[in-house]
């Protein structure tokens, strides 16, 4: 397994001060990887924890400026509600200055109140999100761009310069079907949030049957909490959400299983309401539990 960790670009109080914190610790800790959430401007009655967020690809710039190792990504970037072309300027360009370190995750979000805010359509999202993707790599891999499509139409134009990688990896976020269905279509990875182990287990074997032949990376955001009393579980919008939690030998036993499940690649994402806790966390999550895994 490879390990990524959450940065705390949300929550009440958080400044990039905290973030960079967090990102050193991550690259001298071993983690290969950090990662940033993505909301823009939600409604009020969404306030907590995304009323104080900082921009998720300006975070992840300003990380690639002080770090010199972890990949960057976004847990997840929900693409349909912004202009895909600025877009995938702005990753490409992230991606180019840090010598090549993007992984991004995308989805579709589910806040309607955002995407009104934004001034972008909430009922085509999945259809605009399958473009973008498709829009996505052809301007990564051509200088001069020619799309036709039905929310993007470019002729012509001029795209430079191309990312470090060739090929961006896109990881698709979602639990769903249309989700799973978008990962064997267009996607390099499946990035779920707080997936069961059999959920897992599950979606891994849907996403073969529907693409036999694509080599997919299987991760997953999972919030982690090694204090012994942590419940398993939580509630999240109604849905019932599972979490990396409780001592440490709970923790390892629940790893197995997804692990089992086939996942190669969890992005943890520890309390950072208590930023000295999270790091304390971070530290043993390293030394306790990872070296069984890697």
Do not use: C
């Not at 036709?148 to 990881?171: D, S, V």
């Not at 849905?239 to 939690?245: F, K, P, V």
């Amino acid at each position: 397994m490879k390990f990524g960790v959450g940065l705390p670009n949300y929550g009440r109080g958080k400044t990039f001060a905290d973030i960079k914190r967090v990102a050193l610790a991550a690259e001298e800790l071993g983690y290969d990887s950090v990662w940033t959430t993505d909301h823009i401007i939600v409604p009020k009655a969404d306030i907590e924890p995304y009323g104080n967020i900082l921009e998720s690809l300006t975070v992840l710039a300003m990380v690639a400026a002080v770090t010199t190792r972890v990949k960057l990504g976004t847990s997840i970037l929900v693409l349909p509600q912004r202009n895909a072309t600025l877009t995938a300027k702005q990753v490409a360009t992230i991606d180019a200055a840090s010598g090549g370190r993007m992984i991004f995750g995308v989805g579709v979000g589910w806040n309607a109140g955002e995407y009104a805010n934004l001034n972008a359509p909430f009922k085509t999202r999945g259809k605009r999100l399958d473009e973008d993707i498709e829009l996505l790599r052809t301007l990564w891999s051509h200088e001069d761009v020619s799309f036709r499509g039905h929310f993007t139409n470019l002729e012509h134009a001029i795209f430079a310069p191309q990312p470090a990688q060739k090929n961006i990896p896109i990881w698709i976020g979602g639990n769903d079907e249309p989700a799973l269905h978008r990962v064997a279509k267009h996607g390099d990875g499946w990035h779920p949030t707080g997936i069961s182990p059999e959920g897992l287990q599950t979606g891994v074997k849907h996403i073969r049957e529907l693409n036999a032949t694509k080599n997919i990376v299987v991760s997953a955001r999972l919030s982690t909490d090694l204090r012994a009393d942590a419940s398993p579980t939580y509630q999240y919008r109604g849905n019932a959400r599972y979490r990396l939690a409780g001592n440490l030998s709970t923790v390892r036993a629940r790893l197995r299983e997804y692990h089992k499940a086939g996942l190669e690649y969890p992005a943890v994402f520890f309390p950072m309401d208590d930023l000295a806790l999270g790091l304390a966390q971070m530290e043993t999550f390293t030394r306790e539990v990872m070296p069984e895994f890697e």
